[in-house]
């Protein structure tokens, strides 16, 4: 059961807004799909995203996924702890496997996201 | 018992070598060199005896599996026997002891060589100039796409794309990246061959090249090869051929029949170079008479003469290494050729095949065969039904290491779930099939009853499964002393 | 059948009734009947075992070689000693036979093998880290500009002129026809890269900076004021070095090098007409995911035991396809297993000896070769083990006369470089003897 007040996106990232600040990470899918995560490389503090492109890349013994952003905006808070444990994304993906936090640029962007239930759907399409 | 590292094994004042004593007149170091550009300090390297240097890597050697030592049937690599004969001729002075700049005229032998592999690989293929130059496959791949890339900014035609099928190894798309060109993949149908209309919706006039692999990875030949051809060549691309499985065509089909322009051949798969374990090989690349004039300088022309470098071509890509070749490596496959001749190579095709059906016709009672009809020489079976033990292919090519088997090749293609690439070559005997047929049933018998037994694999090595995560995080890349206090 | 097929045909009828084929034609039904070939390949026949090795004598009596002739010739290929403890282990079938260690368990010989390469090249070259092996060093110093690129994205390559001729070519393939990055070439003064004129030419565009040293006139580069004005900007510092001279002179990682890589032949390879070779990449640590190629990591087992695995597999072709590092698959191994043996075996002492040997008996020879009238050098610069030399006939005139006398002369410089015309290139190695190098000086002695 995805936690519902996140938004989704079909690359498998997850958002949480407060006001204009926009936290990503990663859904438990994901982390399933990756297996063991060995490094994360995420962006610097005051660098920008656009929604849609690369952010980042996860990486596991046997593959590397890129993130992808949600949303446009001036990255201003990075998991610092990510680069030392990456576990932590599988461990807790919701909550302490937070990657960035965006001030975003475009609130309008969040309307093309998905929501829980329609996340859900997805996952269960691409098990099939 | 672990063997230590080289360096664990070094105690001052051992030596590995004599050398002689200086016999010139010798001048001070700092007058010779400023001595800001003097090394202070040590080399950092071993000081180890000439009886540990021979047990240490002779030991090294006793944990490692070779074609010598085990049957190694990796899917999409032809471990094919090495003919010792090939490793002696190689190794004459003749041939090793040759400088690269030596005068022409004195290197005739080589010259030769370089030159008849060209017109030999020609006649199989079909292909019209072949260059020996590239050092691997994937060399050959990004050599072949740089010359279509010269061929199109002539003609001032913008094409920047690549087809690749999803059954496609590694290199086809890393080497289009590396060229600049943008990679767009081609769906297999349910037969395993390329979806034609997925290609026609892809082909269109900003297509460079498709890369083809014939028989795909999946084992199969391309049944619509001819109209995949014309689909290409009707909109001005050129049909690439990844030359890897050629072991299933030798004698069989010229690739040139099937409408490829440009290919590469791995020397090292087919034509019974060593591995080395993970190289050196050789991938020639050929081409119609079209893109001949593209080839990486220099190429080996005859004339009344002799043999001799043509390093004057106006419109070559230029020069992709230093020197002409991986010349030993094309040797032993010159040899292979020569050894066997116009009535061996068929010979070699049609008993790959079979090997690899006879396997697979015994296996696939006992494995899921996702594409199950009649393969060339190598094919894919899946372990998806043992997902259910939550056993995965993984622990089957783990546990196949117990029996004393090189396990096949496994996750590729990417198109198979829980994929098994099986490639038996034609130089191994039936009892040795057999044996490897035994061992898979007794690995599922054990799937069934005791999956731990593969889960834990390899029991019998002197090592357990490796921790690859551990590898991953810990980058550990070389060795280092221990610091004071550790 | 040949001996290489072990079927007979007994066993061939016993698979195909398994299979439920009639004949082995009948496997190929799957290609169409327009397709195959009709008749057999135009090859010649085949040959015995004997009948080959005969052939394959004659063929390679057509060459002189090495053991004929005493070689002064360098650039880019040198006449080293090699123990013969290199040929014998390198030759275990269990090593050469064997493929790219996937299956870690399988292949813990070449992994530990190839670690210890690893480690004996990053102490050695005093860099952070080194891959598993490339082709050779023009393809290594054209991935080490393509790292740089994908590190700055920037549009410029500057090249000393001073970088060997044929890397240079390569460079120019790999960088400005595939990458469409612009390259400059960095005239040179006295035999090394012209500082004034790299100040001139670097700018933040500048991707990398690349040299050699010793460079392919054998002289030693102003490596420290190079890196200087180089890393005034974002760009890389490139150089391509020498590794036996390493034996003696400072490693790259002492003067703050980015990028060092190296043909890795003098180590132990042998000298082929070219190939194969190896090619040397190591890099400081903060480019280790961007590498190129293969490298093993150490790791264990359950039982704790130490073991060795391909690691940061994710950044290569098999795995990361259109997004690797580089399309790198096979590698040259076996040329580094030969290079770690060949390190273990001359060890610290070795080495370091070999180097000075080098520098003793070039330094030897140009001495005596400058003092033949008309011979002079081309630059006044500190040399390791090949030296230019300005001759007073023509380098074809040389050259003849020495072969005649069983001697390989030196490069002749004209062919690359139009200034240097009548300049020889002399590559003295710790083979060459007192007695060989006083021949070659009476020879040259004799020309006019």
Known sequence: MEPKDLKYTETHEWVKVDKDIATVGITDFATKQLTDLVYVELPSVGAKVTKGSSLGVVESVK???????????????????????????????????WMIKVKMEDQTELDTLMDSEEYEELVKKEKE | MR??????????????????????????????????????????????????????????SQQNMGVDTNFYPLGSCTMKYNPKVNEDIANLPGFTRVHPYQAEAVVQGTLQIIYEMDKLLCELSGMDRVSLQPAAGAHGELTSLMMIKAYYEDKKEERDTVLIPDSAHGTNPASSHLCGFRTVVVKSNKDGGIDLEDLKG????????????????????????????????????????????????????????????????????????????????????????????????????????????????????????????????????????????REGLKKVSQNAVLNANYLMSKLKRYFYLPYDQPCMHEFVLSAEDQKMKDVRTLDIAKRLLDFGFHPPTIYFPLIVKEALMIEPTETESKETLDEFVSSMIQIKKEIEEDPSLLKEAPHNLSIGRLDEVKAAKELKLRWEEKKSGD | MNPYIPNTEEDQEEMLKEIGAKSIEDLFASIPQNLR??????????????????????????????????????????????????????????FYTSYTPYQAEASQGMLQATYEYQSLICKLFKMDVCNASLYEGATALAEAAVLAHNVNHGSKVLVAK????????????????????????????????????????????????????????????????IEEITHQTDSLYIVSVDPISLGLLVPPGEYNVDIAVAEGQALGCKLNFGGPYLGIFTAKKEFLRKIPGRIVGETSDKKGRRGF???????????????????????HALNALRAAIYLSTLGEEGLAKVAALCLQKSHYAAKRIYQIPGFEPAFKRAFFKEFAVRCPVSPGKINKLLWDNKILGGFDLGRFYPELKNSLLFSVTEKRTREEIDKLTLLLEDIR
Not at chain 2, 272 to 294: C, F, M, N, R, W
């Open chain 1, 63 to 97: 593959a590397v996924s890129d993130l992808y952003s949600p949303v446009s905006g001036k990255v201003v808070k990075v998991n610092e702890k990510l680069s030392k444990e990456p576990e932590i994304i599988t461990q807790d993906p919701y909550g302490e496997g």
């Open chain 2, 202 to 341: 892809k082909m269109s006039e900003r297509v460079a090249a498709l890369m083809l692999t014939i028989p795909n990875t999946l084992g199969l030949f391309e049944r619509n090869i001819l109209e995949v051809s014309r689909i290409i060549h009707d909109r001005g691309g050129f049909l690439y051929l990844d030359g890897a499985n050629l072991n299933a065509l030798l004698g069989i089909v010229k690739p040139s029949d099937l409408g490829i322009d440009i290919m590469h051949f791995n020397l090292h798969k087919t034509f019974s170079t060593p591995h080395g374990g993970g190289g050196p090989g050789s991938g020639p690349l050929g081409v119609k008479e079209k893109l001949a004039a593209y080839l990486p300088v220099p190429t080996v022309e005859k004339d009344k003469k002799g043999y001799y470098f043509d390093h004057d071509r106006a419109r070559s890509i230029g020069k992709v290494r230093s020197f002409y070749g991986n010349i030993e490596v094309i040797i032993k496959a010159y040899c292979y050729l020569r050894f066997l001749g």
């Open chain 3, 162 to 225: 001073t970088v060997h001729p044929e890397y240079r070519q390569v460079l120019t393939t790999y960088i400005k026809k595939t990458l469409g990055l612009s390259m400059i070439e960095i005239d040179c003064e006295n035999g090394v890269t012209d500082l004034t004129k790299l100040e001139e030419k670097i700018d933040k565009d500048t991707s990398c900076v690349v040299i050699q040293n010793p460079n392919f006139f054998g002289c030693l580069e102003k490596v420290s004021e």
């Open chain 3, 309 to 331: 695995a391909l690691t940061l597999q994710t950044r290569e072709q098999h795995i990361r396809r259109e997004k690797a590092t580089s399309n790198i698959c096979t590698n």
């Open chain 3, 37 to 94: 070939l009709k008749t057999d390949l135009n090859l010649p026949s085949s040959l015995s075992e004997m009948e080959l090795v005969n052939e394959l004598k004659g063929l390679s009596r057509k060459n002189a070689h090495l053991d004929e002739y005493v070689s002064f010739l360098g650039a880019g290929s040198y006449d080293h000693f090699v123990p013969s403890l290199v040929d014998h282990l390198s030759s275990r079938p269990e």
């Open chain 2, 3 to 60: 063997e230590p590292l080289i360096f664990e094994k070094s105690r001052p004042e051992r030596k590995g070598c004599s050398l002689p004593e200086c016999d010139v007149d010798q001048e001070s170091l700092e007058k010779l060199i400023p001595k800001k550009y003097l090394r202070q300090g040590t080399l950092g390297l071993p000081h180890v005896s000439e009886p540990d240097v021979v047990r240490h890597f002779t030991r090294l």
